[in-house]
């Protein structure tokens, strides 16, 4: 596995602990287990959809500037008390860096929490959130993107931080609290992200599946660079026994790979030419830095996934991985989002 920390990264030990649990918020500011925010183009406001209110995106822009909002009130309590927090945040294009990592896993988020249960932020946002800072800065209105947040138990930490780890991420910042038996340094698999990266022998793909504090299924995927192979294709269809629908991003230079149906469970595009529309909004693939993956059929089963990974040739030669959701209702605000005629036909040969 090769070492991907970012060029500063800060460790602090501190005896404070706050006995509160953590969770994900709302666009009202209560707890939710899950939510998911499609941040808008030009916007620093996301529609919004949760387990309490699944069926359809909440009526109100979440505004992501507010410091109790949906994003404010995890990151603003972090920043009064950092000495109570045990922080992880992963990156390939850190704050304050001029330019992203060309070789690293493009996964994106962190993981924060007290002595007991918290909350983990994956998204698509590059340079956010500054951890060294002092105060909650909202990411800055420009392309659209995808935040997820997910209230963890602290039982299920050790397992997610081994399938992000399997992610090659690039770790910028981390803290642990000292002398608490829950902290970072003291959890093997969470504190594994904070130091040197140990080699690690094929197979080079991980797969765990999770429950969020309400229960819900969250499948964690992680492939290595050295799996050299489309995730998508090679390893989530057939390991979900489903087919797949992909929005990931060509590069200026690099097609997507094809769609791929020659095997039982398909993995097919949507057309990087296309503009989708989340509720009432029309977003183009090159306004949007998200890349996500959902179930191909309908059902109970159905998943929704944020990915960290494109289906390029020269993405096989990174880490990838994905956060799977598995909640009918959710699946089909993002089914709306990708209809058949916007997918890419497969060819006669795969």
Partial sequence: M???FAWVVVLSYYAGIVYAQLKCKDGAKQDIDWGVFYVLPGEQKAYAVSNTAADNWANDKANLTQDDGVLGGL???????????????????????????KCSSPAKGLLGYTDNNGWWLTHSIDKWPDMTGTKYEPPPAGGAGLIVCISLPIASMEQWALAINYQDPVVYYFKSVANAATSIANRKELNALTIPAQPVYTPYVKMVIIENIGGAKVHLFGMLPQGNQDIYSSYMAPVMKQSLIAWTKPTATEQLIASKCSTVYKVENVKPDSTITVKDVQIKRDQDTARWVISKKK???????I??????????????????????????????????????????SG
């Fill in 2 to 4: 090769k070492l991907h």
């Fill in 75 to 101: 990151l603003k309590p972090f920043y009064d008390a950092k000495d109570t927090y045990n922080i992880i945040a992963y990156n390939d294009f850190p704050p304050n860096f001029r330019q992203p990592s």
């Fill in 299 to 305: 059902g109970a089963n159905a998943v929704v996934c």
């Fill in 307 to 348: 990915t960290a990974g494109d289906r390029t040739k020269s993405s096989l030669e990174k880490g990838a991985g994905a956060a799977c959701i598995e909640q009918q209702k959710l699946h089909e605000l993002f089914f709306a989002i990708a209809p058949a005629k916007l997918l890419e036909a497969c060819s006669t």
